[in-house]
């Protein structure tokens, strides 16, 4: 289906795109004729994968707990593509799966916050007049569809991409007025590297739940991010899009 939407030319910042879904999406973007910028705080992954995907991609490190780092990372990813026309932010991190809710340290609490939500508004925020001098800007938060069920010994977790959610509708609002969309993505239960660690019985949990009985994988999830990115999804906006085979239909 991604073959079927079609990004030429289009300017996109990918944050945590070194591996699994980030990375997906960057090889479906250059595939549509989009040139991206690979940003992660895995450097050498980061770098393999611009080299590997050619001339129309590039790597800009960035670390979202740092917010120096965000402002100098998106300025450098709208200098290496000439100005932005999308944002992916999907980079994220879990660090409370398994652990209960008296199990979990503030430390830990702050730390998936400050990336994930934090992150999620600083990087929005830089890129915000790169999108808007584009006219039509596009930023699609990638959250979790744990937040719609309220997946049990995920609590930080969860409730970072509820609040990615609602940040969403909020920011759609804001950067309405320059005609940048703002929308999100809640994709059900992936397989990629960063959920290797899930035990069977949750992934046997969506497998039995969903209405498409298959594992998802990160293809599932590329053509609804590259269909939010294109110019006729102008007039979408603040919206959310659970993809997970109909675990929870929103």
């Known amino acids: 289906m991604t073959r079927e939407i079609q990004l030429q030319g289009r300017r996109v910042l990918v944050t945590g795109s070194a591996r699994g879904l980030g990375e997906s999406f960057a090889r479906a ?15 050498e992954r980061g770098q393999a994968l611009a080299t590997e995907l050619g001339a129309a991609a590039h790597y800009v490190p960035m670390d979202l707990m740092d917010p120096a780092a965000i402002h100098d ?23 409370s799966g398994g652990k209960g809710l008296d199990e979990l340290t503030v430390d830990t609490w702050d730390r998936v916050m400050d990336v994930n939500v934090r992150g999620t508004w600083l990087v929005t925020a830089a890129a915000r007049p790169h999108l808007a001098a584009s006219g039509s800007g596009r930023v699609v938060n990638i959250a979790s569809d744990t937040a719609l069920w309220g997946a049990p010994r995920l609590l930080a977790y969860t409730a970072s991409k509820g609040a990615v959610i609602a940040m969403t509708r909020s920011l759609a609002r804001e950067l309405g007025a320059d005609g940048t969309t703002v929308n ?67």
């Open 29 to 43: 973007l250059v595939a549509a004729g989009a040139r991206v910028v690979i940003s992660d705080v895995l450097h």
């Open 73 to 95: 990372g998106v300025a450098a990813a709208a200098a290496a593509l000439g100005g932005l026309d999308g944002l992916i932010n999907n980079a994220a991190i879990t660090n």
């Open 184 to 250: 999100a993505i809640a994709p059900g239960l992936t397989l990629v590297e960063a959920t290797e660690y899930i035990p069977q019985a949750r992934h046997d949990h969506y497998l039995q739940g969903r209405a498409i009985q298959r594992p998802q994988v990160p293809d599932d999830v590329n053509a609804a991010a590259l269909f939010l990115l294109t110019r006729s999804a102008g007039f979408v906006t603040g919206q959310l899009l659970p993809v997970n085979g109909g675990f929870v239909m929103h």
